[in-house]
Nanobody, 125 residues
Framework: VALVESGGGSVQAGGSLRLSCAAS????????VGWFRQAPGKEREFVSAISWSGGSLYYADSVKGRFTISRDDAKNTVYLHMSSLKPEDTAVYYCAADERITFPQAMGVIPPDYWGQGTQVIVSS
C-alpha cells in the first residue's frame, strides 16, 4: 500500500492543522495506521495510532488532549487533527500502516511495513 501525507504547513502557537494520510494500492480498512514525527536532531517519536476498526486509539502523552486521530475508510484516509499546537510540535510527520498490528500502541515497538514520505509542520511562537 502506498501512503501520501498532506496538510502540513506553518502555523502560530495555539493554532490547528489537520494532517491527512491517503492510501492507495490496497484496501485500507484492514490496516492499523499510525503517525510518527521527527524533529531535527531528535529521534523519531511515535505520536498516535488507530486500529483497523477505529475502535482502539493510542496517543503519546506529549499530544494527549490536543491531537485526535480518525479514519474514513470510504476515502482510504486517516486524519490527525492537531490543535493547541506548540513550537515543540515542529517536526516532519509521517504516517505508517501495518496489517499485522491489532493494538495501535504496538506500532511503538513493531516497525510498520509501510511509510509515507512525510509532511512538514512548523509551529512558531
Amino acid at each position: 500500500v502506498a501512503l501520501v501525507e498532506s496538510g502540513g504547513g506553518s502555523v502560530q502557537a495555539g493554532g490547528s492543522l489537520r494532517l491527512s494520510c491517503a492510501a492507495s494500492g490496497r484496501t485500507f480498512n484492514t490496516y492499523a495506521v499510525g503517525w510518527f514525527r521527527q524533529a531535527p536532531g531528535k529521534e523519531r517519536e511515535f505520536v498516535s495510532a488507530i486500529s483497523w476498526s477505529g475502535g482502539s486509539l493510542y496517543y503519546a502523552d506529549s499530544v494527549k488532549g490536543r491531537f485526535t486521530i480518525s479514519r474514513d475508510d470510504a476515502k482510504n484516509t486517516v486524519y490527525l487533527h492537531m490543535s493547541s499546537l506548540k513550537p515543540e510540535d515542529t517536526a516532519v510527520y509521517y504516517c505508517a500502516a501495518d496489517e499485522r498490528i491489532t493494538f495501535p500502541q504496538a506500532m511503538g515497538v513493531i516497525p510498520p511495513d509501510y511509510w509515507g514520505q512525510g509532511t512538514q509542520v512548523i509551529v512558531s511562537s
